[in-house]
């Protein structure tokens, strides 16, 4: 069998937005909903740029750009909370991301919700929360991240699959299956 061919590549002086997003479009991620709250009004917004920093102790990261509204409210409160969405909250996803739906954002798009132990907004039915106090905030091309240390978490046990983002798409599941890891043995 022969080996897909990629599309040729060239040197560019400076790469375009749109290009870029297609290319990284290529990486799956997982869909989550950025939390935070001002006063005593609950705000999110869609995030896919998340990544786990540390173990010890547990970090986290968060890429938001510099021009939306939550930006603000994050570095003012100095906390944040993530939930990570199931696929059957993609209506969730397409709200938070800025859908000209009713209720829309500034309902916090109609979502149940309940305050996480510190405060912050956890999702109903989010397959996984995380709540984060930010202990380091880097510049980084139009986004800022925001480092939080994880204050506390939690996971449903039995949950739907998760709510995944491939080439501007959401993608589905259709069967999975496990595999031990044939590397390292975890420790």
């Given at each position: 069998m022969k080996p897909p061919t990629l599309a040729p590549m060239k040197a560019m002086t400076e790469i375009e937005p749109d290009f870029f997003r297609k290319v990284m479009g290529h990486f799956v991620t997982g869909v989550s909903v950025v939390t935070a709250v001002d006063g005593d009004q609950p705000f999110g917004i869609t995030v896919n740029a998340l990544s786990s920093v540390s173990l010890k102790p547990a970090l986290i990261m968060v890429a938001l750009d510099r021009r939306r509204f939550l930006t603000p409210i994050v570095q003012a409160a100095g906390r944040y909370a993530v939930n990570i969405l199931a696929e059957d909250q993609q209506a969730l996803s397409d709200c938070?991301?800025?859908?000209?739906?009713?209720?829309?954002?500034?309902?916090?798009?109609?979502?149940?919700?309940?305050?996480?132990?510190?405060?912050?907004?956890?999702?109903?039915?989010a397959i996984a929360t995380l709540e984060c106090t930010v202990v380091e905030t880097f510049s980084a091309g139009d986004h800022d991240l925001f480092i939080g240390r994880v204050e506390t978490l939690g996971a449903e046990p039995r949950h739907p699959m998760p709510l995944l983002y491939y080439r501007r798409r959401y993608l589905r599941i259709e069967r999975a299956a496990t595999a031990e890891v044939e590397g390292k043995p975890e420790r």
């Open positions: 938070f991301a800025g859908a000209p739906v009713t209720p829309g954002r500034e309902a916090f798009c109609g979502a149940a919700w309940h305050p996480g132990s510190t405060g912050l907004p956890l999702i109903d039915g």
